[in-house]
């Protein structure tokens, strides 16, 4: 990394508060724009952001962009998943992602990398949710989660965009700066007597990449 490094952002809204109420803050975004980036993204519906939603739809995007073109849906709760699942269905991906921790998805904020079809709304709405952003919402979807007015809706276009960049992480009198991690192995080598078969090695990947973005101490089932 460079000697010096110069960053330069402008303001994308004030927050009513940070993560907790007598703390001041604001979103920021980068000048030039990022493709896939929370920043890009446009509000259709609901109340303003606030620091935690902001926080915690940034770790289910960073979640999402691991599963590449597999239709998938991800549910975050605390900026750490709560459900996972794909299927060619969006619809059935929301229902097996709520069904495998129906209690944790309360509240919680949903990134699809697939347009939001009517299906799945009406699945979605049986939920209290914060966040959900997706590359489109058609009018159907639009309908039917207008129901819920405070529900904040997120249409970002490239959502599954995922190029090399930076984490920058401020400290108390410094930066600490690393490459984002968009590697998820470098080699697979079975050390047990008996080989996985191809379902059981596509699940084993499936569930690597959750654990890849699940914070210390988690545990991932």
């Known amino acids: 990394l460079q000697d010096t ?16 109420p007598h703390q001041k803050a604001a979103f920021y975004g980068e000048v030039v724009p990022v493709k896939g980036a929370l920043t890009a993204a446009k509000q259709l519906q609901g109340k ?12 289910a995007l960073e979640i999402l962009k691991e599963y590449g073109d597999e239709p998938t849906i991800v549910a975050v709760k605390h900026a750490n998943p709560c ?10 991906a ?10 944790s998805i309360f509240g919680g904020i949903i990134a699809s990398n ?3 079809d009517a299906a799945a709304a009406k699945e979605m709405v049986e939920t209290f949710l914060e966040v959900i952003v997706a590359p489109g919402f058609t009018p159907e979807a639009l309908a039917v989660l207008a129901a819920k007015p405070n529900l904040r809706l997120l249409e970002l276009a ?3 965009h995922n190029e090399p960049s930076y984490e920058v992480k401020k400290v108390m009198g410094g930066l600490l700066v690393q490459e984002r991690d968009t590697r998820l ?9 008996r080989q996985p078969s191809e379902a059981e090695m596509a699940e084993l990947l499936f569930a690597w990449k959750a654990v890849k973005n699940t914070k210390s101490n988690a545990i991932s089932l």
């Open 94 to 103: 929301y229902k097996k992602a709520h069904d495998s921790d129906p209690v």
């Open 5 to 20: 490094i110069t960053m330069t952002f402008e303001k994308v809204q004030d927050l009513r508060y940070g993560e907790n």
């Open 83 to 92: 459900g996972i699942a794909s299927d060619e269905e969006i619809a059935m």
């Open 158 to 160: 490239d959502i599954s």
């Open 114 to 116: 697939r347009q939001i």
């Open 48 to 59: 303003e952001l606030s620091y935690n939603n902001i926080n915690d739809t940034n770790g």
């Open 185 to 193: 192995y470098d080699e697979l080598k079975v050390v047990t007597k």
